[in-house]
């Protein structure tokens, strides 16, 4: 029998998830179909309801619903609960279990770029919102050698680093302005705000100037695929990291949780890529 997949946000129109999960489904045999449903806040338990009934095997959350959904599942995986939002729900049998592959998404594509072993890094993280939680979430469980978030609101900040402290007593907290200063002790600068973002492509969220040499930039912005923050990282000659890896790290791990089998990443990287009209980095 064809087994329906999806995604609920609003809007989906542009999101590539069909595209990637539809294609890997094909290289797999899977007889399997993934659409993008475009549901509105109001009509979120309908819905989350109707993929219940109407046996949808997994689905995909994306803004705005990743906090809402939590309300309407019939169980919550731990590392959701920690993250605080739920980006992926598995269907068993009308039970719905909600997971967050976000976090340990990007992580995995961040791995597969380091020389130096992460648990050796010094990292910064820039930006106090969701996904900046759920990456704070995964560096911090999988262990680095100082973890700091910089944010233009401060509480936000500390609320996360409060959140942490079940999983790491010593994540600091500090102003943008002092992060600069002292921009050339981290390793791993990773931009977790929109800054950067289609339309406003010319926007920067931090200052190259101080970065080290050596030092990797991440931005999890994958569209533009090259943001204006790491095209001048690149031209430094820093090692640059978008946003692409994640999102297709996400999806992996997702589509695992649904099928048991695992999709070929790079191939779904080239999808998301050529789709982009770009090139990888
Ligand atoms: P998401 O859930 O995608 O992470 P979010 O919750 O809106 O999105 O969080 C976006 C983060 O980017 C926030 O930390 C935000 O800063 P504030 O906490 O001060 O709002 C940060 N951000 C977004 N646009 C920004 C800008 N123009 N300058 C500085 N920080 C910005």
């Known amino acids: 029998m064809n087994k329906l997949y999806g995604l609920i946000g609003h809007p989906v129109g542009h999101s590539m998830s069909p595209l990637m999960h539809n294609d890997a489904f094909r290289q797999l045999g899977i007889n ?24 949808v ?31 992926t729900v598995v ?21 597969r770029l380091l020389k130096k072993p992460l648990k050796d890094s010094n990292i910064l993280v820039i930006g ?11 560096m911090a469980t999988h262990g680095v050698a100082e973890l700091t978030i910089t944010n233009r609101t401060r509480e936000k900040a500390v609320m996360i680093q409060n959140h942490c402290k079940k999983i790491r007593q010593d994540i600091n907290v500090i ?8 921009a050339d002790k981290y390793d791993i600068i990773i931009n977790t705000t929109s800054i950067g973002m289609s339309p406003n492509i010319d926007a920067i969220p931090f200052p190259i100037e101080n970065i080290k040499q050596k ?44 099928t048991n089998q695992k999709p070929n990443s790079e191939r779904m ?13």
Request: charged letters at 20%; a negative charge.
């Open 32 to 55: 399997g179909h993934y659409h993008a449903f475009d549901v509105r806040e109001e009509k979120l338990s309908e819905a989350v309801n109707a993929m219940r009934v109407l046996n």
């Open 128 to 138: 106090a919102g969701g996904a900046a939680r759920a990456v704070v979430i995964a």
């Open 175 to 182: 102003p943008l302005d002092n992060a600069k200063k002292i």
């Open 91 to 111: 269907n068993i049998e009308g039970h719905l279990i909600g997971y967050n592959t976000d976090g340990r998404g990007y992580l995995t594509s961040l791995l």
């Open 57 to 87: 095997t997994g689905f995909n959350v994306t803004i705005p619903h990743k906090v809402a959904i939590m309300n309407y599942l019939d169980e919550i995986d731990e590392e959701a609960k920690m993250i605080g939002a739920v980006n």
């Open 269 to 281: 990287t080239e999808v998301v890529i050529e789709k982009l009209g770009g090139s990888t980095c």
């Open 215 to 258: 030092a990797i930039l991440s931005d999890l912005i994958y569209n533009p695929l090259k943001t204006k923050w790491l095209e001048l990282g690149e031209k430094k000659g820093l090692t640059i990291h978008n946003g692409v890896g994640m999102f297709v790290e996400q999806g992996v791990l997702a589509f695992q949780k649904w």
